[in-house]
């Protein structure tokens, strides 16, 4: 069997301090929204605030509470993005604490206020999409997914097993990347604190690997 390892961004592997992050949840307002919106969101953060970028200090989730448009778009219904950061980098990004209207695609406009704060609390069910590859760049399969996430979850003490779901696809820069959703439940407070503050894989500046 090929080798295969969670795809990560630089600096990506460094891990969150439990006691230093924070969470904040933004009302997203619009209407209609690229389905690929994942990496035209990640350039509008960044250019807001420059100093997100390759940082691993932070994640952000997918934009919740939207529905299948038609085939290349979505719609935003009361829609909410989760932001993780550590602490010290509240400072650098007070600028999201405004309203700030956002590019994401050719013709979507959409508006970003950030409506709470909050710290990380245990959940015993947490979700999110995680992003693997393989060595020889082919498109992993569930048994190879399996494998790469047993080695993680072993790494971070974790003990409970998720069900891993259907494979999708993230379209980033024209590019596919596979995704697997994956399911925890009955998650010890520990292992749920780990989860939500380091996440598993790569692609969390693109709303994978963020457990929610």
Not at 76 to 89: E, Q, T
Request: charged share 20%; with cysteine; net charge positive.
């Amino acid at each position: 069997m090929n080798n295969c390892y969670l795809c990560a961004a630089p600096n990506a592997d460094k891990p969150l301090a439990l006691r230093d992050l924070i969470e904040f949840r933004f009302s997203v307002a619009g209407s209609l929204i690229p389905r690929n919106y994942h990496y035209c969101l990640y350039a509008a953060l960044t250019s807001l605030v420059p100093i997100l970028k390759d940082n691993p200090e932070w994640m952000i989730s997918r934009i919740g509470n939207t529905t299948i448009f038609d085939d290349r778009t979505i719609k935003l219904s009361n829609s909410v993005l989760k932001l993780r950061c550590s602490k010290d980098l509240i400072t650098a990004i007070t600028v999201l604490f405004e309203e700030n209207t956002l590019v994401l695609g050719q013709n979507s406009l959409v508006k970003l206020n950030c409506i709470q704060g909050v710290e990380i609390t245990p959940q015993t069910e947490l979700s999110a999409y995680v992003a693997i590859k393989s060595d020889n760049e082919r498109e992993p399969d569930p048994m190879r997914f399996a494998v790469c996430l047993g080695k993680q979850l072993a790494k971070l003490n974790i003990d409970t097993l998720p069900v891993i779901g259907r494979k999708e696809q993230l379209i980033i820069k024209k590019q596919p990347c596979a995704v697997y959703p994956v399911l925890f439940s009955a998650l010890r407070s520990e292992e749920s604190l780990i989860l939500q503050t380091q996440g598993i894989g790569g692609r969390k500046h693109l709303g994978c690997g963020f457990f929610d």
